[in-house]
Structures are given as C-alpha cells and as structure tokens.
C-alpha cells in the first residue's frame, strides 16, 4: 500500500484490465482521472476505457472526465460498502466531465453485501421458476 490508498483499491486496480472484457460490452470510450486523497496526500490514477478494455496507469494529464474523493470513500466504494452515485448525490465525492464514463466505471464496483436481483425476489415471492 502506498499514501492515500488502500490494499483493497490498489487490488481493485490491478484487476479492471481483467475484468473489462466482461463489464465494459458497451460503446464506451475515454479516460477517466481519478484524485483520491487523504488529507493533504492525493493519488492519482487514470483508467484509459474501450470497449472491452481497461488500461490503467498512475499518470496525471487531460481526461475526458474527473472523480474526486477520499481514500476511504473509494475504499468504501471498491468493498461494496458505498454506492457511486449516492456519494456524488451526499456530497462526498466530485465529479466533472463525460458521466457516461463514470456510469460505466461505477459497473466494476461489487454491489452492497445483501443486495439482490429485484426480479429474482419477484420470481420467489410468486413461485415462479427462474
């Protein structure tokens, strides 16, 4: 771990070019810079996105969009533990820029620990097979 980050968010890192042939199926394409600080510390990182792809360095420089957050926001938000779009609504993190990047980033965080499928519930509550 280094500075501002967590284990949990350099692993969540490490993985997103793994991971993006599966979460990014869609037309997005750009860069995302991402400031996440702690105190007066500020990491930076930036996750270049096509489809199927996720390319990600600790460089600073133009970005089609900006996150700005605390450390244990981001740590919150990569454990499942924190939702991307309630902490923008709370005030508790920034953002600028092309959304379409931050809606398609926000698809690499876990769901909330007890989150489930509405339509699976529906399919309980009436007996319907899945």
């Known amino acids: 771990m280094t500075g501002a980050t967590t284990e949990a968010t350099e692993r969540f890192f490490a993985t997103l070019p793994a991971r993006a042939p599966a979460v990014l199926r869609g037309p997005v394409r750009g860069t995302l810079q991402l400031r996440i600080t702690t105190g007066n510390h500020s990491e930076h990182w930036r996750v270049e996105m096509a489809p199927g792809s996720a390319r990600v360095t600790r460089e600073t ?11 244990d926001l981001f740590d919150q938000l990569v454990t499942g533990r924190a939702h991307g779009i309630s902490s923008m609504l709370r005030n508790e993190s920034t953002f600028t820029g092309d959304v379409v990047l931050f809606l398609a980033f926000r698809r690499f965080f876990p769901e909330q620990p007890g989150t489930r499928d509405p339509r699976a519930v529906a399919r309980e509550q009436t007996g319907r097979p899945a």
């Open 61 to 71: 420089g133009p970005a089609d969009a900006y996150w700005f957050g605390s450390a």
